[in-house]
């Protein structure tokens, strides 16, 4: 085998092997999206579940509450309006995700004006159907702490990825694009205000 054949050779295994790495980072790209993904529709049953309990929540407090009328149907709202907000998990950009987020962030808001307004209620306080309700709606308040919490570990880990050099090359040829990550209202780091 001559000299120049050999040089072709090389050449040649050298090539398949940065196509086999690129292959590979691909896969591996790939693979940390789809666990991106996966861990956004944990999130999304998540907080259909709240949605979900809302109707039985608004139901039982009407019953005790008829004054609260602007207060039930601020809640109403904010639950269709969060409703109306969906993500296509391929596209989860910063920006989708903060409008997503804004109108949790208001169901949120509504939900807390209703539990306040339920201390003027003792009756309601004490019936079981809404201590119940009231239990299911913290338990799902906080899975949506924990799975938000995972989908921030999980993207991190696909953003860093696609970041990190020489596999960022093939993650941009390719079309692999940096996620949003869920964030603290705006706010969250000022404690609040409490006057007697």
Known sequence: ?????????????????????????????????????????????????????????????????????ETLTGVIEARAKATSVTIDPTNLTPESLAAFQQAQDGLSSALSRLLVTIERYPDLKANQNFLELQAQLEGTENRIAVERRKFNEITRGFNTSIRKFPASIVAGVTGFEKKGYFEAIQGADTAPVVEF
């Open 1 to 69: 085998m001559n000299k120049k054949n050999r040089t072709w050779i090389y050449i040649g295994v050298i090539v398949l092997l940065v196509v086999l790495w690129g292959v590979k980072r691909y896969n591996g790209f790939v693979t940390l999206e789809e666990g991106v993904t996966g861990q956004w529709a944990n999130v999304e049953n998540v907080y259909q579940r709240r949605v979900d309990l809302i109707p039985n929540l608004v139901n039982t407090v009407k019953g005790y509450a008829e004054h609260e009328q």
